[in-house]
């Protein structure tokens, strides 16, 4: 089995891993209310998920 002959320095593996870093969601509009909702998620104000209404929201 291969074994590095040289240990990797802090900074190597830093800059190996910049690309790492956690992404922030991304949200959308919802085209019912306009509140920011997750993809492929019903919306949590309205209720409504592709244009129908799936969650009854009492308001």
């Known amino acids: 089995m291969a074994v590095p002959k040289r240990k990797k320095s802090k900074s190597k593996r830093n800059k190996r891993r910049t690309h790492q870093g956690v ?3 991304n949200l959308s509009a919802c085209p019912q209310c306009g509140e920011a909702v ?3 998620h019903a919306c949590s104000s309205c209720g409504t998920y592709k244009g129908r209404s799936v969650i009854d929201i009492e308001q």
């Open 23 to 25: 992404m922030g969601t």
């Open 38 to 40: 997750l993809s492929h």
